[in-house]
């Protein structure tokens, strides 16, 4: 006697729809490494822009971007105080960097800050205590051209870029910037931007002013 069973039905197949977020969150990722790779210089505030657009697209609202604002807001600040010829906001790979013009903030051959400078560098300081930036250091670099300090105080460029680099860093911890964020570089004329000199030696004015600059890279 031939004994029948009773087939069961076959149950629709269901609970497996994360596998489609699952692929296109697997799209994106690799999509945004290609990305990273395709980059020659990936600097911070491109990495957050990249990183907020996919949050976007995974459903996430907002994602903090304080390298992108903390630009903005440098920018924003310059062009109120009008000093945009002295002083330059760009990036690089870790971060943000402002470029301060040494002949518009010191005196002649001297780390001494001129007093109608004070309140740019005030502002930045300012801006940069804010506690959204409370991650970020800060590193103040002195640079000068080749010719030899017009100061007898100051030996060699190493000093007076040194002591530029320092006297602007106290500043900010005045203005409560804490020193554990801070620290002061001397480069002296080891790494311009422009050359010095001529072929025969002759001085390049126009390029030795160039030269002469305070760097501030504000980095995580």
Do not use: C
């Amino acid at each position: 006697m031939k004994t029948f069973y009773k087939r069961r039905p076959i149950e629709e197949e269901d609970g497996h729809e994360w596998l489609i977020t699952f692929a296109d969150a697997m799209t994106l990722l690799l999509a945004f490494f290609v990305l990273l790779v395709s980059f020659s210089k990936v600097d911070l505030v491109t990495f957050e822009q990249v990183q907020a657009g996919i949050a976007r697209d995974l459903g996430q609202r907002t994602v903090a971007r304080p390298a992108a604002q903390l630009r903005a807001q440098l920018e924003a600040m310059v062009d109120s105080l009008g000093v945009a010829d002295a002083v330059r906001v760009d990036t690089f790979d870790r971060g943000i960097t402002l470029e301060l013009a040494a002949s518009t903030f010191f005196r002649s051959g001297s780390a001494e800050i001129r007093p109608e400078s004070r309140t740019v560098l005030v502002r930045i300081s300012e801006s940069l205590v804010a506690p959204r930036y409370s991650k970020f250091k800060i590193a103040v670099e002195g640079h000068t051209d080749d010719s030899p300090p017009a100061i007898a105080r100051y030996a060699t460029n190493w000093e007076l870029s040194g002591a530029q680099a320092a006297n602007i860093v106290r500043l900010f911890t005045e203005n409560e910037i804490p020193s554990r964020r801070l620290r002061a570089v001397a480069f002296a004329d080891t790494t311009p931007k422009l050359p010095n000199r001529d072929g025969v030696g002759n001085a390049l004015s126009e390029n030795q002013s160039q030269n002469r600059r305070i760097v501030i890279r504000i980095h995580r």
